[in-house]
């Protein structure tokens, strides 16, 4: 069992440019999440994805959208990256909610 | 909406017991969950208290107490590998999943 992976690991953009945060889970999760840390604080959600089919927005859904694939994979896209995206970005999952398993991160810096 | 407070540094000895408390404000509280995150590192889980009272796991346990909207994470013999990152979260009904909301996190440093 891989649990949770994401893709890249790390990215630079410029400002302006897209691109698509990649995460998948092997552990048959019904819900993903995705969050973003900013140094000294905790994570805080973007988008939410309560099962396959379904997304809901988070406490910082601004300027990012989300695709539920399949019950395995949930990406995170941003349309025109701005320097406030510079972020650790985590996605999870979780088959209760309780317990939230978490990817390696991906780490954005735009410039 | 929800808030929640923890402290921000904690420093401790090798051997010794921490507390870190978090205390909460939210709607339709459901539980308190721990998360230890090390430097660089991705959140991993420690613990749920859905009820009041102690839960024990090994060398760490987490007490909530859902009339005071309060709850401690304790770490027992300590160890240098505890130092990290400690954050509370809320599991609250506002929304349609079962949604978290931490807290800023608290940096627990053990000393030799």
């Known amino acids: 069992n891989a649990g949770v992976t994401q893709t890249p690991k790390f990215q630079v953009l410029k400002t302006g440019q897209s691109m698509t945060l990649q995460c998948a889970q092997d552990?048959?999760?019904?819900?993903m999440y995705w969050y973003r840390q900013d140094p000294g604080m905790g994570l805080r959600l973007i988008y939410y994805s309560a099962s396959e089919g379904t997304t809901d927005k988070g406490e910082v859904p601004n300027g990012y959208n989300v695709s539920r694939l399949n019950k395995r994979e949930f990406s995170l896209r941003l349309e025109s990256a701005a320097p406030s995206q510079t972020s650790v970005y985590f996605c999870?999952?979780?088959?209760?909610?309780?317990?939230?398993?978490f990817g390696p991160g991906t780490r954005l810096t735009v410039t | 909406g929800q808030s929640l407070e923890q402290p921000s540094e904690v420093t401790a000895v090798e051997g010794a017991i921490v507390q870190i408390n978090c205390t909460y404000q939210?709607?339709?509280?459901?539980?308190l969950s721990w998360y230890q995150q090390h430097d660089g590192g991705a959140p991993t889980f420690l613990s749920y208290n859905g009820l009041d009272g102690l839960e024990e796991t090994g060398r760490f346990s987490s007490f909530l107490s859902r009339s005071d909207s309060y709850g401690y994470l304790l770490l027992q013999e300590l160890q240098m590998k505890d130092s990290a990152s400690y954050f509370c979260?809320?599991?609250?009904?506002?929304?349609?999943?079962?949604?978290?909301?931490f807290g800023s996190g608290t940096q627990l440093t053990v000393l030799p």
């Open positions: 552990m048959n999760h019904n819900s």
């Open positions: 999870a999952s979780s088959l209760q909610g309780d317990e939230q398993y």
């Open positions: 939210t709607s339709g509280f459901y539980g």
């Open positions: 979260a809320v599991r609250s009904s506002s929304g349609s999943a079962r949604q978290l909301t």
